[in-house]
């Protein structure tokens, strides 16, 4: 199985996915947004995608020609039957992609560790509805719901955290692939967002404990096992 993972910053990489992707014998291959759909590309070549975050709008698509591209291959990709994971602007690309509205989060930006409730018991959660279990975040806009589209996770701060399009489409705006590594990078990049949010910009603020971690990215395993590979 191969899956075509698009990046859409060189700081925000695959992370933890990279690891359950080695994990299983799965092949990871890397994309940048920017060089990747310089030109229309066709759902060729994968089995699955897997669309990462970045600090651009999803609506930026006026200002960057190639996210144009993008959204058209992700419409392609969905009309092909192939299965798609968006995390953060991954997400709301996908969301974008299936018709729905991208916009500034109600309770504003959503940046650190907060608890992910389960909205319904979904075969992708390994959670009863109510559960929580308490992930990453690094985001200030949201998707709508997609028409025919399952909302499977909510927070305080952001209600649409997460949901389920035909079995085909899983879209996450949290950050369960998150590792020590992959929040320094992010910190490191992003100086005068956390600034301006009055929050600590040295990325060791947010580090987890390695049980916290682990919790994180066991969700995450759960969640792709089920999603990629049932």
């Not at 199985?1 to 990489?13: A, R």
């Not at 997609?146 to 949290?174: D, G, M, Y």
Request: with cysteine.
């Amino acid at each position: 199985m191969t899956l075509l993972c698009i990046q859409h910053v060189s700081f925000e990489g695959p992370a933890a996915i990279a690891g359950w992707c080695e994990a299983r014998g799965i092949m990871l291959r890397v994309q940048l947004a920017s060089e990747w759909f310089s030109i229309p590309r066709t759902p060729s070549g994968f089995d699955a995608l897997v669309l990462l975050g970045g600090p651009m709008s999803a609506n930026d698509d006026a200002r960057l020609p190639w996210m144009k591209t993008e959204i058209a291959f992700l419409r392609d990709t969905i009309a092909s039957g192939k299965k798609a994971l968006g995390i953060c602007l991954g997400a709301q690309l996908l969301a974008r992609a299936l018709g729905a509205e991208v916009t500034p989060n109600p309770c504003g930006k959503e940046i650190g560790w907060y608890p992910v409730e389960a909205v319904c018991a979904h075969p992708l959660l390994p959670m009863d509805a109510g559960d929580k279990v308490t992930v990453f975040h690094w985001h200030g806009e949201t998707f709508a719901l997609p028409a025919k589209a399952t909302h499977i996770l909510r927070s305080s701060l952001c209600e649409n955290q997460a949901f389920v399009w035909e079995k085909q489409v899983l879209a996450l705006q949290c950050h369960p692939e998150a590792t020590p590594d992959s929040i320094r990078a992010l910190s490191a990049e992003s100086h005068i967002e956390l600034q301006t949010c009055g929050l600590p910009t040295n990325g060791e603020s947010f580090q987890r404990s390695d049980e916290g971690l682990a919790i994180a990215h066991q969700l995450l395993g759960t969640m792709l096992d089920r999603f990629f590979l049932s």
